[in-house]
Every structure is written in structure tokens, then in C-alpha cells.
């Protein structure tokens, strides 16, 4: 493998699975009230709150730069980022990052702050110059509500830094709301509509300032995100083209590794096959429906056991990691359902036992609405089904699976992904193809294979990233479980994440402008 540094330190792009709400106050049985608001205000959305602010880098402990030549970006991505430049390509520009701040909607439509990076590339160098293309990026699942993509000294926006604005893109990074200083006490995990509003809004605040911050962007409009931001990026381009069809052209879309297919990921975990990180990812699944109206509970106490239910709708994001919850016992370490409760798939035996999240009478329940009301009967019409149970009913309702695109779109992932099942992106495919759309551009990826075929030299390369891995853990550790762990722990994020981007990178490059 050329170059891999295989020391392969993981990439921390904030697990996915894939992530003060003004319209919604606490009730004294651990639920959640959500009330409409009285006035909308749509005329806000989009429009910046004061000016784009510049961001320094630190370069080392007594010395920050506002701007990062391509020699110290190198530097930093090579010392940070799992297979550094060696993925991501050498750095052709330098890059100039700012924050900004602007108008968004929250859950129940009713404005709220976000802010968003602009990472913006110059230099001598053609493709730093002149109208550049525009990337508007949708990052991770965090549970830490600090995270901020203005923040290079995190590896997901160092990464997307170097991936893209390095090499002439003009990258739009929303932070989303409740994160990076938000006030919303909660953040819509999922909510496809929200989200992609959120997307939208981000992206009119940063083109009203880019005169102001020496930015020139060409009519190339780019979307794409990986895990959650995968979902957010193909929910973003599908309100694009369904709604805002005469506000913005979308090139081309890149969503990756994302739990598009909602309905076929929920019933997968609750049928028994929990993907890693569900106990975290679930109850921030559930708190932003909750906050939508899809009223998923009276009581935080109906679906979660006594130990963890008090709190747990304001517990995410929060200041303290997934680790340090568990620690803490505000979460349980990925068990989710009770050691007697079944349906057990082979395989997953480690997310069921006696300190787990869900109440076994919640999850049968569950059941007998998917028994009742099975959905994803065929690839054509997926979603032709009327679930009766709250939670079943809002996965449908965020399920992507909705539309055909009309600009070309990538999707990559990985087959083997413990966190977002390559399920979703197969599943979707298939939808996407079986519509019979005239003109359909769809580009299917998975890293995870050796067949003959478009990509060989990443997956080649993959293949020998995930060996190297279990190699230098079983030199390690002497195990063989010890080194297949660690395969499993990095797939999602540290090895699948820089692939796809670097193929989704050439997918854009080669699109056609509309």
C-alpha cells in the first residue's frame, strides 16, 4: 500500500449511525411538551447574524496562522489523520477558515441560531483561484455538543479541510443546530426535514457574505456528508430539487454511508440485530421526534428502564462522551435490550442483557406493529406500508426513500459496517434503480470488495489499510479477538470515512456542470 502510514490513528469523525429549542419545555414525568410556535418566521431563514468571523489555526503551542499554507495543512493532516496525504492527495491551496452565524428553524418551525464553517482556498496555484466550486458538506453523529467543523484541530473538519478546500473546493460546513454555541437545548438527530433546512439555510448565509470574505464561487454546486451527514446530504439535495428547485442547481451529490432507509435500520435493531453505538444514537433518535410532535412518548419512563430514563432527553448532546456516559452510568455500555427479551439474532448477544436501555414491554410492542405492518416489501415501493406505532411511524416519515434524483449521485459505504449497515445504501440503490427514472446517474460504491471493477486502487488499498490494522494489534496484543476489535471499532470511521471521501472527491471533480 503506497505510503499508508500504518500506525493508522483513528479518524474521530464523531460516530454516526449513521449527530433552547425554543418551541418545547420539560414535564415533570420525564417527558417532553412540544408546543407549535405562535408566530413563524420563514422570512428569517437564512440570513447571517453579523459577519462571517475569521478562525486562526494553531500551528503549534506558541504560534496560530489566519492562514494555513499547503506545507503546515500537510503537516497537520499527516500527523492526525489516519493514512494523511497519502488519502487525501498534497495540498494544492492554502485555506482560510470563518465562522458564521445565522437564521435557522428548529423542530417546530420556529427560528432559531445556528452557525456554519466556511472554508475558503487561495493561492498561486489555478485551481485555487477564480470561481470555485462550491461543497456543501454534512458532517458526523457527535454527542459532544461542542463539536464545531470551523475547528481544525478536530479531525473531521482537518480532514474535509484537506480532502477538499486544499484542493480548490469552497467548502460550506454547518455545525447544525444544537452544536458549536447553538441555543437550542436539543439537536433534530435525523429529522429530515429539519436537518435539511438547517442544510439549506446555512448555505444562503454563506453565499450573502462571500463578497465580503474575497470569495468568488463558481455556479458547480456540490453536496455531500458521510454517516449521519450522508442522510443529511441526500435529504438536502432531495429538498433541493423538490422544493427549492428554482433557488439552487445541484451538480452532483455524494451521501455516504448514511442510514437512509430508516424504516428497514429501525426494524433491524429492534428484530435484534442492534448496530454499535444504538444506545446513544437511539435516544438522540427519539428526543428529536419527540421534539417534533411525533409525541413517541408521555413519559421518558415508557421506553426506557427506570436507571436511565430520568434525563435522558436532555442527556444528548451534552459535554461528555459515549465512554464517559457509560462510565457515569448515565448510559449502559451498548446493551439494549434485556438478556431474556427476544427476538436474538446470532451474532449480537453482547446488546442484550440485564443493564440494558429499552423496556422489553416497549419493544414488544414494537414487534407486533412490525408483525402487523411490515414495510420494505419490495424495492420499488418500500415504504407502502401504515405503521400504527409512534416511533415505526416516524422513521417512515424520515425515510428517504421517497424520490427519485435527477443529478448524479455516489454512494459509498462499506459491507462489513458495524455502525451504519451497508443495507441502507444497497436498499436505497435498489429503490432508486427499480423507479425506472429515464436518465438516472447513479454511481454505487462498496470499499469492502476486490471484485474487478471501477475503484480498485481504493479498495485494494482499503483492504490492505484493514489488514495492516489487524496485523499491528495482533503484534500488539497477541490476539486474534484483540485485533478483529479493532478492525470492527475503526471500520466505520477510520477506515470507510477517507475512502469514500477521496472517491466521492472524484465523483465531483468529474460531474458535468448543469
Known sequence: MRNARLAL????????????????????????????????????????????????VTVSASSTVNTLDPAALKTLVDAGTTLGSAITGTPTCAITTYTLKY????????????NTAIIVPSGTNAACQGGRP?????????????????????????????????QGYIVVAPNYVGYAGSTAGYHP???????SADMIDALRAARSVFSSINV??????????????????????????????????????????????LTQFGDAIF???????SAGFLPMLINAGQRAGANLYSSTSDIYEPKYATGIDTLLPGTQSLGDLVAAGKLPDDVLFAADSLPQTAGYASAFGADHLIKTAYRDAYLADLKANPCNASSATPLACAPAQSLRKWLLKNDLRTYTPTVPLFLCGGDEDPLVPYANTASTAAYF?????????????????????PSLTSRTEFAAAKEALRLLTLRQTGSAAAADQAVKDAYHAGLVAPFCLREARAFLDSAPTR
Open 271 to 277: 428484530s435484534g440485530a442492534p448496530t454499535t453505538g
Open 9 to 56: 490513528i483513528p479518524l474521530v469523525l464523531t460516530l454516526a449511525s449513521c449527530g433552547g429549542g425554543g418551541g418545547s419545555s420539560a414535564d415533570h414525568s420525564g417527558g417532553t411538551v412540544v408546543t407549535q410556535p405562535s408566530t413563524p418566521v420563514p422570512q428569517l431563514r437564512g440570513q447571517p447574524i453579523g459577519s462571517a468571523t475569521l478562525v486562526p
Open 216 to 261: 468568488g464561487a463558481s455556479s458547480r454546486l456540490m453536496v455531500t456528508g458521510y454517516s449521519q451527514g450522508g442522510f443529511v446530504a441526500l435529504a438536502t439535495q432531495r429538498a433541493m430539487q423538490t422544493q427549492y428547485a428554482s433557488e439552487f442547481a445541484v451538480t452532483a451529490a455524494a451521501p455516504l454511508s448514511g442510514p437512509y432507509a
Open 433 to 453: 434503480r427499480a423507479q425506472n427514472a429515464a436518465g438516472l446517474q447513479l454511481t454505487v460504491l462498496n470499499v469492502d470488495t476486490l471484485a474487478a471493477g
Open 189 to 195: 438527530y435525523l429529522d429530515a426535514q429539519q436537518q
Open 103 to 114: 437564521h435557522t428553524i428548529d423542530s417546530t418551525g420556529a427560528d432559531t441560531p445556528a
Open 134 to 166: 462550491v461543497l456543501l458538506y454534512a458532517h458526523g453523529t457527535s454527542v459532544q455538543k461542542s463539536t464545531d467543523m470551523a475547528n481544525l484541530a478536530s479531525t473531521e473538519p482537518r480532514l474535509i479541510a484537506a480532502m477538499f478546500a486544499a
